[in-house]
């Protein structure tokens, strides 16, 4: 559905959150770093994260800098739905494949390249979720509606809704409220 990704891409975070994102993307593989300031608290977050050939995320690595210093987690999947964060098994995530970073609108890529998505059908993406100052790892409930190619009704829990648009390789260009990519 997709064609190939860009060596890299940058995004704009707007609205609740100052800041940007820049990612570099290679097979199997997304390398990026985030600065943001929210609610008047900074971050710096870094990430790489390791995809087998089907884009089911395998090994994330992420480190969060803030005022009270640096911290990284290490989560690893079996690809079939288990994990173990920092080595240590987390039966809480048990059958979900994706990850999506809070301090990330790259990672908002993952199911749609992963997932067939026929065009008006609801697809529940629930996913592995990390929070970027303190990297607390939990359960997304989360789900996508194809409206085109370039399209998607984005829902997550607690209400969130938004009309997500990809371009011609499945990143993000739109993202209204969180981020608006760049380059």
């Known amino acids: 559905m997709f064609g190939p990704v860009p060596p890299f891409a940058a995004w704009r975070f ?11 993307l290679g097979p199997g593989r997304l390398r990026g770093h985030t600065s943001a300031v929210e609610d008047g608290r900074a971050h710096a ?16 690595r992420v480190t969060s800098d803030t005022v009270d210093g640096p911290r990284s987690t290490v989560l690893h999947s079996d690809g079939a739905g288990s994990w173990t ?3 240590v098994p987390a039966p809480h995530l048990d059958g979900l494949v994706d990850v999506d970073l809070e301090a990330s609108a790259c990672t908002n890529t993952l199911p749609v390249h992963r997932r067939t998505m026929p065009v008006g059908e609801v697809v529940a993406t629930s996913a592995v979720y990390v929070q970027a100052s303190d990297l607390l790892v939990r359960r997304l409930d989360q789900t996508y509606r194809r409206l085109d190619d370039h399209r998607f009704d984005y829902a997550s829990e607690g209400g969130f809704r938004a009309t997500l648009t990809y371009d011609d390789a499945g990143l993000l260009l739109d993202y209204p409220g969180i981020a608006v990519r760049f380059v």
């Open 85 to 87: 964060v920092d080595g």
């Open 14 to 24: 707007v609205d609740a959150v100052d800041g940007f994102e820049v990612v570099y």
């Open 45 to 60: 977050v870094s990430y790489e994260i390791r995809l087998d050939q089907e884009w089911i995320t395998r090994e994330v």
